[in-house]
């Protein structure tokens, strides 16, 4: 009795003379999917809340964010595949250029994201030979990004030593409260060694050679602590899979015991295998309890506010839904909805309330019939939270527990 959700990521919007992507697009399916489910709006997190990817993913897959969400550190480490216990604390980085004279603080960043460098296995092998007092892991992430996870210093009460502009000198890590001191030290004594070991690898003398931007430090932001949080399979005694080439997302899977798949071609932007991913969803919904299929574009597009680009992506999105048409609601739930509205007019996340379908057989379908901001507050499901979502499915699939006697 599986439960597939199709989250498409920023996909609903603020209307532009009353029109929008959704009402715009010429999209058969998910109109199918309307008309025979059941129909409303959710607040991800709560009314007005505007959310990040992360923790509207957390409420989705029904944990409350205000209690577990960890920042956003520990659950990109997460998604690039360190295994994270409580405790550990987890920062994002980037390779930056940095130069000057003296220690890595006294030293200007000239380039945050060094010249945009993608190969950094080898820097992230010599960063992770660095001798530290505490246990540490760096890995890469897409591009010049990576994270650097440092083991059981517990707090994450620890500033940025990413300045965030070209022409600023690089932060010393200052602890923002007095039981973060040590962990502070350890980061900085990090950062000074880490940019010693940079400066002089042979990569980046070759890149001098080149004239290319040195990667000859590591910058530090968002820092969290891993938190002791429920798995999936303990809360709901079901198994998860996440589909999706976002780290991010890949993360929120991981921390709460799910397996995460990205299929060869998923990208995480308007260029997807889309077929890939429905593939691998359709595929692991045999095995699993409930599959989180996710799709990134659509968010992508409405942070580049691109009404047409949206458009346009919603109708090649709804050319691969017929394999999903085509599950057997009898035993199958599906649920189609996003984590947050993405308007192009805004070109970030809001809190306007996402659209939500769920088809199952046993569901009171309603008289909705196109899937858009303004046809789903009319559906029966009216106005829900996130974290109700996954509850509403399981309980159509009888596999909720009973409140009470
Ligand atoms: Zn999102
Ligand atoms: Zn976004």
Same mark, same amino acid.
């Given at each position: 009795?599986?439960?597939?959700?199709?989250?498409?990521?920023?996909?609903?919007?603020?209307p532009?003379?009353?029109?929008?992507?959704?009402?715009?697009?010429?999209?058969?399916?998910?109109? #199918?999917?309307?008309?025979?489910?059941?129909?409303?709006?959710?607040?991800?997190?709560?009314?007005?809340?505007?959310?990040?990817?992360?923790?509207? @993913?957390?409420?989705?897959?029904?944990?409350?964010?205000?209690?577990?969400?960890?920042?956003?550190?520990?659950?990109?480490?997460?998604?690039?595949?360190?295994?994270?216990?409580?405790?550990?604390?987890?920062?994002?980085?980037?390779?930056?250029?940095?130069?000057?004279?003296?220690?890595v603080?006294?030293?200007?960043?000239?380039?945050?994201?060094?010249?945009?460098?993608?190969?950094?296995?080898?820097?992230?092998?010599?960063?992770?030979?660095?001798?530290?007092?505490?246990?540490?892991?760096?890995?890469?992430?897409?591009? @010049?990004?990576?994270?650097?996870?440092?083991?059981?210093?517990?707090?994450?009460?620890?500033?940025?030593?990413?300045?965030?502009?070209?022409?600023?000198?690089?932060?010393?890590?200052?602890?923002?409260?007095?039981?973060?001191?040590?962990?502070?030290?350890i $980061?900085?004594?990090?950062?000074? #060694?880490?940019?010693?070991?940079?400066?002089?690898?042979?990569?980046?003398?070759?890149?001098?050679?080149?004239?290319?931007?040195?990667?000859?430090?590591?910058?530090?932001?968002?820092a969290?602590?891993m938190?002791?949080?429920?798995?999936?399979?303990d809360?709901?005694?079901?198994?998860?899979?996440?589909?999706?080439?976002?780290?991010?997302?890949?993360? $929120?899977?991981?921390?709460?015991?799910?397996?995460?798949?990205?299929?060869?071609?998923?990208?995480?932007?308007? #260029?997807?295998?889309?077929?890939?991913?429905?593939?691998?969803?359709?595929?692991?919904?045999?095995?699993?309890?409930?599959?989180?299929?996710?799709?990134?574009?659509?968010?992508?597009?409405? @942070?580049?506010?691109?009404?047409?680009?949206?458009?346009?992506?919603?109708e090649?999105?709804?050319?691969?839904?017929?394999?999903?048409?085509?599950?057997?609601?009898?035993?199958?739930?599906?649920?189609?909805?996003?984590?947050?509205?993405?308007?192009?007019? $805004?070109?970030?996340?809001?809190?306007?309330?996402?659209?939500?379908?769920?088809? @199952?057989?046993?569901v009171?379908?309603?008289?909705?019939?196109?899937?858009?901001?303004?046809?789903?507050?009319?559906?029966?499901?009216?106005?829900?939270?996130?974290?109700?979502?996954?509850?509403?499915?399981?309980?159509?699939?009888?596999?909720?527990?009973k409140?009470?006697?």
């Open positions: 009795m599986p439960v597939l959700m199709f989250i498409m990521d920023g996909l609903p919007d603020r532009v003379g009353g029109k929008t992507p959704l009402t715009v697009a010429k999209k058969p399916k998910l109109d #199918k999917i309307a008309e025979i489910g059941v129909n409303g709006i959710m607040d991800t997190i709560s009314p007005g809340i505007r959310p990040g990817s992360d923790t509207s @993913h957390l409420a989705l897959l029904g944990y409350d964010p205000y209690r577990f969400y960890t920042g956003r550190g520990p659950i990109e480490a997460a998604g690039v595949g360190i295994e994270l216990k409580p405790g550990d604390v987890a920062f994002r980085a980037n390779f930056a250029t940095v130069v000057g004279n003296g220690r603080f006294d030293k200007v960043v000239v380039d945050r994201r060094a010249g945009r460098i993608e190969q950094t296995e080898d820097l992230v092998k010599a960063l992770n030979e660095i001798d530290l007092d505490v246990e540490f892991e760096v890995a890469r992430a897409t591009g @010049h990004r990576a994270v650097v996870v440092f083991r059981g210093i517990s707090s994450a009460e620890l500033g940025e030593t990413d300045p965030k502009v070209v022409g600023e000198k690089v932060k010393t890590c200052k602890p923002l409260n007095d039981s973060a001191r040590r962990a502070a030290e $980061v900085n004594e990090f950062m000074q #060694k880490a940019h010693e070991v940079l400066d002089r690898h042979p990569l980046n003398l070759e890149r001098e050679k080149k004239g290319l931007p040195k990667a000859n430090a590591i910058l530090l932001r968002g969290g602590v938190k002791e949080i429920p798995s999936f399979r809360k709901y005694g079901l198994d998860l899979a996440v589909v999706s080439a976002t780290a991010l997302i890949k993360g $929120v899977g991981k921390i709460v015991g799910g397996e995460v798949f990205t299929p060869a071609g998923a990208t995480g932007n308007k #260029k997807t295998d889309l077929e890939a991913k429905m593939n691998a969803a359709l595929d692991l919904l045999k095995k699993k309890d409930v599959v989180l299929l996710h799709i990134k574009a659509p968010d992508e597009i409405g @942070h580049d506010r691109d009404f047409d680009g949206k458009v346009e992506f919603l090649r999105l709804d050319s691969y839904l017929d394999k999903i048409l085509e599950l057997d609601f009898s035993k199958n739930c599906l649920i189609v909805t996003s984590d947050h509205s993405t308007p192009v007019t $805004v070109g970030e996340h809001t809190a306007d309330p996402v659209v939500v379908s769920v088809v @199952h057989e046993g009171r379908v309603d008289d909705v019939k196109r899937f858009t901001e303004f046809d789903a507050p009319k559906g029966g499901l009216c106005r829900i939270r996130g974290m109700d979502l996954l509850n509403i499915a399981l309980d159509l699939l009888n596999l909720s527990k409140f009470g006697a």
